[in-house]
């Protein structure tokens, strides 16, 4: 039996230009089960970011229903979605996103100040993520100091910090050379294995689509299993 960690019913984003109703997402659903790697994929401006921030409730559809967690994210105000993001979602970026004067452990425990967690805990927990993603040994080096691959890996162990349901990485090795890329994924394939860790990557990488199993392809805002 299925364990379905997110749902999204009849997803519908349409944005205002002036006078102009510009629609990004038109009846988008999808199911993903817990532990699952979900690609999306899709040229530039397919509407795979809109979704992603929807999903990771960074936005707010139009009209349609998303379930994750059990927790119905269109239901939610603000402050709701901010606590909702904290406790359920990492995320990872194209361009990594660190605080470039603070060091890889400390990157990795900025979220855990934001929620509050003690002192010893928050270390504890920034160098057992480091040593997970193998950068036991770069702790104390700040991002100016690491390669881009070293980079995504902190990224990567930050979007772990507060144990989250799902991991959100948008494009995550757009930035990348083909061998740190096939690392980035080596990584993930072993975190969904190890830590049964959930993933939805929007990507148009071919090397990725390859190695993820369940791809859907989003076009035009419209969205198909590929």
Do not use: W
Not at 72 to 94: A, D, P, Y
């Amino acid at each position: 039996m299925s364990d379905i960690i997110l749902k999204a019913t009849n997803i519908n984003k349409v944005y205002r230009r002036g006078k102009i109703d510009v629609p990004a997402l038109k009846d988008v659903n999808i199911e993903i089960d817990r532990g699952e790697i979900v690609c999306l994929a899709g040229p530039s401006g397919s509407g795979k970011t809109t979704l992603l921030n929807l999903l990771g409730g960074v936005d707010t559809p139009t009209s349609g229903k998303i379930m994750v967690n059990g927790d119905e994210l269109t239901n939610m105000g603000e402050n709701e979605l901010s606590n909702f993001r904290l406790k359920n979602v990492g995320l990872v970026f194209q361009f990594f996103n660190l605080i470039p004067t603070l060091t890889a452990k400390e990157n990795v425990e900025f979220p855990l100040i934001i929620a509050g967690v003690p002192k010893e805990e928050k270390n504890s927990r920034a160098l057992e993520l480091l040593e997970l993603v193998g950068l036991k040994h770069r702790v104390d080096h700040k991002p100016e100091e690491l390669s881009g691959g070293e980079q995504q890996r902190v990224a990567i162990a930050r979007a772990l910090a507060n144990n989250p349901s799902i991991i959100i990485a948008d494009e995550p090795t757009g930035d990348l050379d083909s061998d740190t890329a096939k690392a980035f994924m080596n990584l993930v394939e072993d975190l969904n294995k190890t830590q049964n860790q959930t993933f939805i990557i929007s990507s148009h990488d071919s090397m990725v689509m390859e190695r993820i199993p369940q791809v859907y392809t989003i076009r035009d805002g419209e969205i198909s299993k590929a």
